[in-house]
């Protein structure tokens, strides 16, 4: 059910391509600033935006995302304090008839002290855990999830560039898997309507100059959360993930990115809410556990104007136990993209990746950067 977070993030980045600001003239570091004397303090008109990405990955196949987001007015202060609030839906089908629906709200306010973000949403999504072309035969399993999902985090900034707050999600969901060979298709439930409730807390650091498009600072993000659940097969579970993102300006018109991540689960964790490696180069679900780390860099090299290149590699693991991560095989992924600058004021990209790894290969398109 994480696809409708990715689905409702995909948009509200590319959203932003509405905004009026300009800084395309302007250091890379910073935007400018903007004087109180020079410029009246009141607020801008919102901005409506209607936005259709076409999407292709290994996991759900190609579609294409559509949907509408209303960007509320900011005065020229507000701009240099903090990011617009911004209320949107999406929706999403793709080839393989997955679908999703979700509604999504962000807010920033008393000079981004504060943030909330809110997702809600439905979906149905089917997979291909196993495909023809593994097997080498006619045969394959499939695995299909649909449900809804509900998910709130409040933060406070309490020192300097950190912020602190609570988590809580909802998740009602059924699930099947269906065996299919040359002469029959055999479905059976697998833990059919499972809902998880979870409560927690994130501690997050951020120095990044431009959110949606870095060129220096760090963020840092922790979170933790205890899940109930309420279904035949009772068993709560708890789940912890750390994420690390730096971000090195190395003269124009060159930026290397590079993330880690980390990710832990106990208890009688569901299928869909397992650690897996989130690396561009295969499916989302193809390497599943109670624990998972992963690596990745990235070198985005600004060609022409708003014309862009990258090339990034990156590897992980995925297992029962961090213990025994020497124990199991790694697996490591590698590609190149083409980039292309949509809005320099926030220098938000419009992006297409070639990824390849011993597994599979993937293309993706998609706005904003993969981190």
Avoid at 134 to 158: M, Q
Avoid at 265 to 272: E, H, K, Q
């Amino acid at each position: 059910m994480r696809i409708l977070l990715v689905l409702a993030t995909s948009f509200f980045l590319s959203g932003t391509a509405a905004a009026q600001e300009d800084y395309s003239n302007t250091s890379p570091a910073r935007a400018p600033d903007i004087r109180k004397d020079e410029i009246p303090l009141k607020a801008q008109k919102g901005n409506i935006v209607a936005v259709p990405i076409p999407m292709s990955n290994p996991t759900l196949d190609t579609g294409l995302i559509a949907g509408g987001a209303y960007f509320y007015g900011q005065s020229p202060e507000q701009k240099q304090s903090q990011p617009a609030t911004v209320t949107g839906t999406a929706a999403m089908y793709t080839s393989n008839d997955s679908w999703a629906f979700g509604v999504f709200h962000d807010a920033y306010w008393n000079e981004d002290a504060w943030r909330f973000t809110g997702v809600a949403g439905v979906a149905d999504v089917r997979l291909s855990l196993i495909t023809p072309e593994e097997t080498g035969t006619e045969d394959s399993v499939d695995w299909s999830v649909e449900g809804t999902f509900l998910n709130l985090e409040l933060s406070r900034r309490f020192s300097g560039d950190w912020y602190a707050g609570g988590v809580f999600r909802v998740i009602d969901t059924s699930q099947a898997i269906a065996f299919n060979s040359d002469d029959e298709t055999i479905e059976f439930d697998l833990d059919q309507d499972i809902r998880a409730i979870g409560a927690g807390f994130a501690v997050e650091y951020d120095t990044r100059d431009i959110p949606t498009g870095p060129y220096s600072g760090m963020q840092f993000e922790a979170e933790a959360l205890y899940n109930l659940r309420s279904s035949e097969n009772d068993g709560n579970y708890q789940t912890y993930s750390l994420t690390f993102r730096s971000y090195h300006h190395l003269g124009d018109p060159l930026v290397l990115a590079w993330e880690a991540r980390g990710c832990g689960r106990d208890g009688a964790v569901p299928l869909w809410d397992a650690c897996r490696i989130q690396l561009r180069g295969f499916a989302a679900f193809d390497y599943l556990g109670l624990s998972s780390y992963s690596g990745q860099a990235e070198l985005r090299w600004r060609a022409y104007k708003r014309l862009g290149l990258a090339v990034f590699a990156g590897g992980g693991w995925a297992g029962n136990s961090f213990s025994t991560a020497g124990e199991n095989e790694s697996t490591a992924s590698y590609g190149a993209g083409i980039r292309y600058e949509v809005l320099p004021a926030k220098r938000l990209n419009m992006r297409l990746d070639f990824a390849w790894s011993d597994e599979s290969n993937g293309i993706y398109l998609s706005v904003g950067e993969a981190f």
